[in-house]
Nanobody, 115 residues
């Protein structure tokens, strides 16, 4: 059984920064690629960033150069450092393996970018 707990969201002004964390339970963390996804109101969930077990990363064009994904296998945690935030980054952010397993979706963490 895998449980994911996202944290670190909040309200931030445009141009600000946030660091999201996703803590995983269970024993699968190190063998999978992990990703951050987000879902804005009225929109489908979208892939934001991916990190493989070899720490190769990939990003959606909309966040490239602003967001950085990283992982700590010992802590079973994946991070998303977000800088230069824009109002269009407002969404609930989720982590999951890549590609996602429907059983693993957590509650997510709300990120709101507004002045």
């Amino acid at each position: 059984q895998v449980q994911l707990v996202e944290s670190g969201g909040g309200l931030v002004q445009p141009g600000g920064s946030l660091r999201l964390s996703c803590a995983a339970s269970g024993n699968i963390f190190s063998i999978y690629a992990w990703a951050w996804y987000r879902q804005a109101p009225g929109k489908q969930r979208e892939l934001v960033a991916t990190i493989t077990k070899n720490r190769n990363t990939d990003y959606a064009d909309s966040v490239k150069g602003r967001f950085t994904i990283s992982r700590d296998n010992a802590m079973k945690t994946v991070y998303l450092q977000m800088t230069s935030l824009k109002p269009e980054d407002t969404a609930v952010y989720y982590c999951n393996i890549a590609p996602p397993d429907e059983r693993y979706w957590g509650q997510g963490t709300q990120v709101t970018v507004s002045s």
